[in-house]
């Protein structure tokens, strides 16, 4: 069992930057591939960023790339993602999600099995 907490969401204007952070309680956390994920009111949840087990691999959609990093601390069992020159079509409800390292499928929402319960990012004009 799995339990992620997510931290760090607020307003902040366009342009500027934001750290989220999940806490896990996963013993075996370094055994875990982590991904961060967002919805806006009516659309999809869409997959932003995520990184394997090993550090090893990472996914971004391409609305993101050059944008936004994620990260991991084994240590704090702890996964960030820094978004930097926010646009307002960034608001969303941010979650965290985990499951056991895969090999393929980093950005696909159905093999995330651990789910965090969210933080709104929104992004003023």
């Known amino acids: 069992q799995v339990q992620l907490v997510e931290s760090g969401g607020g307003l902040v204007q366009a342009g500027g930057s934001l750290r989220l952070s999940c806490a896990a309680s996963?013993?075996?956390?370094?055994?875990?591939?982590l991904g961060w994920f967002r919805q806006a009111p009516g659309k999809e949840r869409e997959s932003v960023a995520s990184?394997?087990?090993?550090?090893?691999?990472?996914y971004y959609v391409d609305s993101v790339k050059g944008r936004f990093t994620i990260s991991r601390d084994n240590v704090k069992n702890t996964v960030y993602l820094q978004m930097n020159s926010l646009k307002p079509e960034d608001t969303a409800v941010y979650f965290c999600?985990?499951?056991?390292?895969?090999?393929?499928?980093?950005?696909?929402?159905?093999?995330?099995?651990?789910w965090g319960q969210g933080t709104q990012v929104t992004v003023s004009s």
């Open positions: 999600a985990a499951r056991l390292g895969l090999t393929y499928g980093l950005g696909t929402r159905s093999l995330f099995n651990y």
């Open positions: 996963a013993r075996t956390f370094s055994s875990y591939d």
């Open positions: 990184i394997s087990w090993s550090g090893g691999s990472t």
